[in-house]
């Protein structure tokens, strides 16, 4: 299956060259390009992409707002977006490649809903597989970043108890799975640590991200962190 890419970047020569790099590869099609964020909303919303692949800095609308318009993330206000009809399976993955390697830009991006973080320094392989990563639903971050990340959620949530309420409709084998995916096994490691099959595994993280609400395993990341599920 073809997958159709959205590139958002407010400098022209980036944005040829993200898009020259992508459309080498056959299963990748770049539908667009937006030079700003309004842009990339707009656009997205009549192209329809797979996934979007967005600078944080632009003018006129950032790319962290524009992610949360297009997601349906905090940011935005609202879950539904401005009309209150494309449910969450099929906005646009948004996949964030900056410049700036800030932690108050990976968290802002991922409330806004982002399924993934590359740097602009990463490789040509990295931002082929990150759009593949992503169109598939994974969560993904730059081995750095995840790092930072969640030493910084477990120093500021060492002391806090889980949450009994928010965690209610899941059962026992769910919540197994969901710590794995906070810990950042893909669904063979985990059915291999739960001595399970893949594919029970991958029915079992659908059941954790409908349950919970969660559009990927990057949100199901963040909410297992946020909710002292590990540390």
Known sequence: MTI??????????IRDGLAALLSSDPEIE?????????????????????????DIRMPEMDGLAATAELTGGH??????????????????KVLVLTTFDLDEYVYEAL???????LLKDASAADLVTGVRVVAAG????????TRRLIGDFARRRRHQ???????????PREMDVLRLIARGLSNAEIAAELVLA??????????????????????????????????
Request: net charge negative; glycine share 12%.
């Open 4 to 13: 159709r890419v959205l590139i958002a970047d407010d400098q022209v020569m």
């Open 30 to 54: 770049v539908i667009g390009q937006a030079g700003n964020g309004r842009e990339a909303v707009d656009l997205a919303r009549a192209l329809d992409p797979d996934v979007v692949v967005m």
């Open 75 to 92: 940011a935005h206000g609202g879950p539904d977006g401005a009309d209150g009809a494309d449910p969450a399976d099929l906005r646009p």
């Open 111 to 117: 409330g806004a809903g982002a399924s993934g973080f």
């Open 138 to 145: 994974d969560a993904l971050l730059a081995p750095s970043i």
């Open 161 to 171: 108890r889980p949450s009994p309420a928010a965690t209610a409709g899941l059962t």
């Open 198 to 231: 893949e594919q029970t595994i991958k029915t079992h993280v659908g059941h954790v991200l409908t349950k919970l609400a969660l559009r990927d395993r990057t949100q199901a990341v963040v909410f297992a962190y946020e909710n002292g599920l590990v540390g």
